[in-house]
């Protein structure tokens, strides 16, 4: 490795170093939870990714950060520290011990990182896997917990075919184009003419892509995993982890090239996604599970907006990817706090909370309005460019479906906030503690932000795409 090769992946070593330093202070001083560590090393690369200038590729490592790679490498860093934020104080209460939490979160973040800086597709697979071995982890982390075991279990196995899937089809689409750069596979494989095995190579890819983003029909694991595992790990996993899987697929489509051989495929992704999640979710007693649903269905509006191959489609993408992220961190984040506080996951838990725990509630309905897109948040922002996107690149009949089913979930969502609020109980109560505070905050104010001004980051969403 030259100097050019390691200055070329600092963002990566400074999470690697982060991460082993952690669990050398973990053998040393048995327990520590070293979350205040894990926040400096995400920010620390975070700061790095920004400041730096744009780096060529690597020709031996396949790694490049450019506008591209900085800017969702930023959003991932940011998400990691806002998790271990949120599972500071979650983690103490529930004796999830130890220094292998933050640990793992970093490498996750490590993995995501190397996604969106990849260049070539085996740097890809191996970066998406990194970041799914550390979820593995992570799902099963808490040991007192019989479904925390189950969850772990579960993504585990169908975690494997995936990975399956997803090797076996870049190994067919590398026999047919000859490279395994990602800005040329599509053109090669996709571009004119349909070659059957790059056609068997795109149909696998995109079926473990479809597990890694909670596409039906491969979306199965998706609510038992999300109602088992603690629920910090589900923000991070349902967040950054699918932003990543997304990722993985811009990377590749983003010439505009081969939309007509997948648009069938896509087409369907979609369609299934926002009507299975929206109308599964409509009558789930449990948040988790019902936020799980909801993730379903708010993937299929992502893929709605990618099949279209435009440039308004990918912006689209792009956008909600961050607004998905700031929605589904405040909301999983506000569960947390508000199951720390005595409640449960089910809905009946959630009665009056609005007035017993104020803040983390206030932050919970922001989120179900968001999701909801009810202006003005981010989450209306980026449902309306979703859609604007769909009927400008012609998938008018898709984009009808998309906007029923969008309003049909505003019932799901609102029953959160009926319960919160409309059902009075006790008066303020509950401890805030400063991370929490901070990340929810935070999330919050992302929303707010991005649904009333979102013109900085479209701004910064056209100069990466140029």
């Not at 095995?197 to 795109?202: C, S, T, V």
């Not at 799980?292 to 990618?306: E, F, K, N, R």
Request: glycine share 10%; hydrophobic share 55%; charged share 10%.
């Amino acid at each position: 490795m030259t100097a050019f090769d390691l200055w070329s992946v600092m963002p990566l070593a400074i999470l690697a170093l982060g991460a082993l330093l952690i669990l050398i202070i973990g053998a040393v001083r048995p327990g520590s939870h070293c979350t205040g560590l894990g926040v400096v090393a995400t920010l620390g690369a975070a700061v790095w990714t920004v400041v730096m200038p744009p780096i060529p590729a690597s020709p031996t490592l396949g790694i490049a950060f450019g506008p591209f790679a900085s800017f969702f490498s930023t959003l991932f860093l940011l998400a990691a520290a806002v998790t271990l934020l949120l599972s500071h104080q979650y983690n103490r209460e529930r004796g999830i011990q130890g220094e292998e939490y933050p640990a793992t979160v970093l490498f996750a973040a490590f993995g995501m990182v190397a996604v969106s800086a990849s260049t070539n597709l085996l740097t890809l697979f191996l970066g998406v896997e990194a970041m799914t071995f550390a979820f593995y982890i992570l799902v099963a982390m808490d040991r007192n917990s019989t479904g925390s075991a189950e969850a772990g279990l579960k993504y585990l196995l169908l975690g494997a075919i995936s990975a399956a899937c997803i090797a076996f089809g870049i190994a067919l689409i590398y026999a047919a184009a000859g490279t395994l750069e990602t800005r040329e596979v599509a053109r090669l494989t996709l571009g004119g003419g349909s070659d059957p095995l790059a056609l068997a190579g795109w149909g696998l890819l995109l079926t473990g892509i479809a597990f890694k983003i909670s596409l039906v029909p491969a979306h199965l694991w998706t609510p038992d995993v999300y109602q088992g595992a603690p629920t910090p790990v589900v923000a991070f996993l349902s967040t950054a982890s699918k932003g990543a899987a997304i990722v993985f697929l811009l990377l590749l489509l983003m010439g505009g090239i081969g939309f007509k051989s997948l648009h069938g495929p896509l087409w369907w992704l979609s369609l299934l996604s926002m009507v299975v999640g929206n109308m599964a979710a409509l009558l789930q007693p449990n948040v988790k599970r019902m936020l799980a649903y909801s993730s379903i269905a708010q993937m299929g509006y992502v893929v709605l907006a990618l099949l279209t191959g435009t440039g308004d489609g990918f912006t689209a993408v792009i956008f909600y990817v961050v607004a998905y992220t700031a929605m589904n961190l405040a909301a999983f984040g506000a569960v947390a706090a508000l199951s720390r506080e005595g409640a449960g996951e089910e809905l009946n838990d959630l009665r009056g909370m609005g007035y017993s725990h104020t803040f983390p509630a206030a932050v919970l309905a922001l989120a179900m309005l968001a999701l909801a897109g009810i202006p003005p948040t981010a989450g209306f922002m980026g449902k309306f460019f979703i859609f604007y996107a769909a009927f400008r690149g012609g998938e008018v009949p898709l984009a009808i479906v998309g906007i029923l089913t969008a309003a049909a979930s505003a019932f799901y969502y609102l029953r959160v906030v009926v319960a919160l609020y409309m059902h009075p109980k006790g008066a303020p109560s509950g401890q805030t503690y400063i991370g929490e505070t901070i990340a929810l905050s935070a999330s919050a104010a992302a929303i707010l932000f991005l649904g009333i001004c979102p013109a900085p980051l479209l701004s910064l969403i056209d100069h990466i795409q140029r």
